[in-house]
């Protein structure tokens, strides 16, 4: 069974940073898919950014050149660095995890969205408000 505790959000002004933690049990940076969504209120769950098992990397367009995804595999810790932050940022941020084994185009639609029925574990999420 996997879990994942996040943690790292909080308030911040408009073109401020934040970065998020998400610590993960076991060995699931190994062959797993890890994951930052976010949802705002009354918004769908939205794929931000994540790792693929081969080490890739994909981002959401709105936060391409903004946010960061990188991980500590001795630590077992995914991040999610977030830079010049806007009000539209403001959401709860999850951490999500697929596998053993998963395929980019199997949470990646043609568009580029992230399909989140596709993560089968998740964390319990950590707020993140951005203020102008």
């Known amino acids: 069974q996997v879990q994942l505790v996040e943690s790292g959000g909080g308030s911040v002004q408009a073109g401020g940073s934040l970065t998020l933690s998400c610590t993960a049990s076991g060995d699931t940076f190994t062959n797993y898919c890890m994951a930052w969504f976010r949802q705002a209120p009354g918004k769908e769950r939205e794929g931000v950014a994540a790792f693929d098992t081969d080490g890739s990397t994909t981002y959401a367009d709105s936060v391409k050149g903004r946010f960061t995804i990188s991980k500590d595999k001795a630590n077992n810790t995914l991040y999610l660095q977030m830079n010049s932050l806007k009000p539209d940022d403001t959401a709860m941020y999850y951490c999500?995890?697929?596998?053993?084994?998963?395929?980019?185009?199997?949470?990646?639609?043609?568009?580029?969205?992230?399909?989140?029925?596709?993560?089968?574990?998740w964390g319990q999420g950590t707020q993140v408000t951005v203020s102008s």
């Open positions: 999500a995890a697929e596998g053993p084994g998963c395929y980019y185009s199997d949470y990646v639609s043609k568009d580029g969205s992230f399909r989140a029925a596709k993560f089968g574990y």
